[in-house]
T-cell receptor, first 117, second 110 residues
Framework: GAVVSQHPSWVICKSGTSVKIECRSLDFQATTMFWYRQFPKQSLMLMATSNEGSKATYEQGVEKDKFLINHASLTLSTLTVTSAHPEDSSFYIC?????????????FGEGSWLTVV | GEDVEQSLFLSVREGDSSVINCTYTDSSSTYLYWYKQEPGAGLQLLTYIFSNMDMKQDQRLTVLLNKKDKHLSLRIADTQTGDSAIYFCAETGIGGKLIFGQGTELSVKP
């Protein structure tokens, strides 16, 4: 079945540095990918919708200059957390929309734990 | 607006059936999903149901959809300790984005 791969699974970075998280659709093309953030024991919050070849659409309250999203190809979207701070520590999950004859299905990556120290 | 609600906790004994309930608000959702999240892991798609269906069965999983009441449920038959996890229901919003419920933590006691 369709698989979405996210890398890295775990990352620790120093405050003030930037970190990039990759989301790849392994056996299907995804014109649309989504980035979510999950705080401990809470639900997922949609951060932005990433469209291949165009600018991402950010949800209200999400700083686009801080969370840079690039969807340069049909199988890869990246999220860069710029000038990271401890409050950015969270679980980030991407998903990719797969169009098929049976309809649209959304597949999730394994998630990336970001710890900013 | 779009909103999905679930009860937060459910505790069952091994071998019993579990029923996790969810209500949603967007009647135009075309698909409704159930995801499972184990501790420290990402989301695993369990099953989904198209909005013109009222039931879908997949091995131990049964999904019931009451579109009139905007109520979705997930029944897990013969619940095992390995089923202990957080279960999220989600509806499709505008543009394909998913709107998630808060998640139901299922605890299975031996």
């Amino acid at each position: 079945g369709a698989v979405v791969s996210q890398h890295p699974s775990w990352v620790i970075c120093k405050s003030g540095t930037s970190v990039k998280i990759e989301c790849r659709s392994l056996d299907f093309q995804a014109t649309t990918m989504f980035w979510y953030r999950q705080f401990p024991k809470q639900s997922l919050m949609l951060m932005a919708t990433s469209n291949e070849g165009s600018k991402a659409t950010y949800e209200q309250g999400v700083e686009k200059d801080k969370f840079l999203i690039n969807h340069a190809s049909l199988t890869l979207s990246t999220l860069t957390v710029t000038s990271a701070h401890p409050e950015d520590s969270s679980f980030y999950i991407c998903s990719a929309l797969s169009d098929s004859r049976s309809g649209n299905t959304i597949y999730f990556g394994e998630g990336s734990w970001l710890t900013v120290v | 607006g779009e909103d999905v609600e679930q009860s937060l906790f459910l505790s069952v004994r091994e071998g019993d059936s579990s029923v996790i309930n969810c209500t949603y608000t967007d009647s135009s959702s075309t698909y409704l999903y159930w995801y499972k999240q184990e501790p420290g892991a990402g989301l695993q798609l369990l099953t989904y149901i198209f909005s013109n269906m009222d039931m879908k069965q997949d091995q131990r999983l049964t999904v019931l959809l009451n579109k009139k009441d905007k109520h979705l449920s997930l029944r897990i038959a013969d619940t095992q300790t390995g089923d202990s996890a957080i279960y999220f229901c989600a509806e499709t919003g505008i543009g394909g984005k998913l709107i998630f419920g808060q998640g139901t933590e299922l605890s299975v006691k031996p």
